[in-house]
């Protein structure tokens, strides 16, 4: 049960987030977002074409240098410079072009950036007003949040400290039932409940404060259990305590020492109780704070009140 009031649906984030968010900034936060990855695609590849037209220079230009030693070495040695050969027009022609590719795509690039930085302004501040929006959504989901987390706090001690408090009351009135064990195992395991509910809703500190004033109850009602019982101890204990008494020859109420006279009756000397009485029955001695007599086995009510002090 309480794990069905735990699994009890709470407030929908999305859907509160949606009210304080405008979804016309949220669509232009993904455009932008789309754009710069754009951006970052063409930048890189009019980057490759940079690298790639820088090949191109260098090897045509290696190529125009060997024609140019060629020539001054004909020029050095007295002969006429030839026309240029197809192969040098080519070489020419093609480190034109690479050149003028070259800076073509530095010029790209630069236009590229000069958007990139446009659009990372535009962002930031979209991205700014995105987020006041946001966390008033999420703080107005909180607030929703712990009013629900109260409530199914509330529904979970709503059942199970009433379940405590009748295994309590089972407990103290039920002693001598046979079932008793099994009402304690209630009273234990709907106590522990307690506490982890309250462990798991409650602030720690709250939690503390019930944690003490718990263990400050049980340890006064312990006392108490414990004080009552000396005060008025059970038949059996009292019974317990006299029969050592007589048979160490020692006054159950006060301990002092009896002497060992058999067939007489007897108080004691220090608190003056009577000790040995004579039989409503059958006239014998018996022991006045035991319940039967020796001889007869005669029962007595007397022993379980007050002890008569002799006159
Ligand atoms: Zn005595
Ligand atoms: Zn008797």
Same mark, same amino acid.
């Given at each position: 049960?309480?794990?069905?009031?735990?699994?009890?649906?709470?407030?929908?984030?999305?859907?509160?987030?949606?009210?304080?968010?405008? #979804? &016309? /900034?949220?669509?232009? *936060?993904? %455009?932008? +977002?789309?754009?710069?990855?754009?951006?970052? !695609?063409?930048?890189?590849?009019?980057?490759?074409?940079?690298?790639?037209?820088?090949?191109?220079?260098?090897?045509?230009?290696?190529?125009?240098?060997?024609?140019?030693?060629?020539?001054?070495?004909?020029?050095?040695?007295?002969?006429?410079? #030839? &026309? /240029?050969?197809?192969? *040098?027009? %080519?070489? +020419?022609?093609?480190?034109?072009?690479?050149? !003028?590719?070259?800076?073509?795509?530095?010029?790209?690039?630069?236009?590229?950036?000069?958007?990139?930085?446009?659009?990372?302004?535009?962002?930031?501040?979209?991205?700014?007003?995105?987020?006041?929006?946001?966390?008033?959504?999420?703080?107005?989901?909180?607030?929703?949040?712990?009013?629900?987390?109260?409530?199914?706090?509330?529904?979970?001690?709503?059942?199970?400290?009433?379940?405590?408090?009748?295994?309590?009351?089972?407990?103290?009135?039920?002693?001598?039932?046979?079932?008793?064990?099994?009402?304690?195992?209630?009273?234990?395991?709907?106590?522990?409940?307690?506490?982890?509910?309250?462990?798991?809703?409650?602030?720690?500190?709250?939690?503390?404060?019930?944690?003490?004033?718990?263990?400050?109850?049980?340890?006064?009602?312990?006392?108490?259990?414990?004080?009552?019982?000396?005060?008025?101890?059970?038949?059996?204990?009292?019974?317990?305590?006299?029969?050592?008494?007589?048979?160490?020859?020692?006054?159950?109420?006060?301990?002092?020492?009896?002497?060992?006279?058999?067939?007489?009756?007897?108080?004691?000397?220090?608190?003056?109780?009577?000790?040995?009485?004579?039989?409503?029955?059958?006239?014998?001695?018996?022991?006045?704070?035991?319940?039967?007599?020796?001889?007869?086995?005669?029962?007595?009510?007397?022993?379980?009140?007050?002890?008569?002090?002799?006159?």
């Amino acid at each position: 049960m309480l794990g069905d009031i735990n699994d009890q649906e709470g407030p929908d984030q999305q859907l509160i987030q949606n009210k304080h968010i405008e #979804a &016309e /900034l949220v669509g232009r *936060e993904s %455009e932008f +977002k789309r754009q710069a990855r754009e951006l970052e !695609r063409d930048i890189a590849r009019q980057e490759e074409i940079k690298t790639n037209r820088q090949e191109s220079m260098s090897v045509a230009e290696r190529t125009w240098n060997q024609f140019g030693q060629e020539r001054w070495r004909v020029l050095d040695s007295g002969g006429q410079p #030839a &026309e /240029l050969s197809t192969t *040098e027009e %080519e070489a +020419k022609t093609l480190y034109q072009k690479a050149t !003028r590719e070259f800076i073509e795509a530095n010029f790209k690039i630069s236009d590229l950036q000069q958007s990139q930085h446009t659009i990372s302004l535009e962002q930031e501040t979209l991205d700014r007003t995105l987020s006041i929006q946001r966390g008033a959504g999420y703080s107005a989901y909180m607030t929703l949040y712990r009013a629900h987390r109260w409530r199914v706090a509330a529904g979970k001690l709503s059942f199970v400290v009433p379940l405590f408090v009748l295994a309590s009351w089972l407990v103290a009135r039920r002693r001598k039932s046979i079932y008793h064990p099994v009402l304690i195992a209630l009273l234990v395991s709907s106590f522990l409940r307690v506490g982890l509910v309250m462990e798991e809703h409650f602030p720690s500190e709250f939690f503390k404060y019930v944690g003490i004033i718990a263990s400050v109850i049980i340890v006064l009602s312990f006392l108490v259990h414990a004080l009552r019982s000396a005060a008025t101890p059970k038949e059996d204990v009292l019974l317990r305590r006299r029969r050592e008494a007589y048979q160490k020859n020692c006054c159950p109420e006060c301990a002092y020492s009896v002497p060992h006279e058999e067939g007489k009756t007897m108080a004691c000397a220090a608190c003056g109780v009577d000790l040995f009485t004579v039989c409503d029955t059958c006239d014998g001695i018996r022991h006045e704070l035991l319940p039967n007599c020796r001889h007869c086995g005669a029962q007595s009510e007397r022993w379980r009140g007050v002890p008569a002090v002799a006159p």
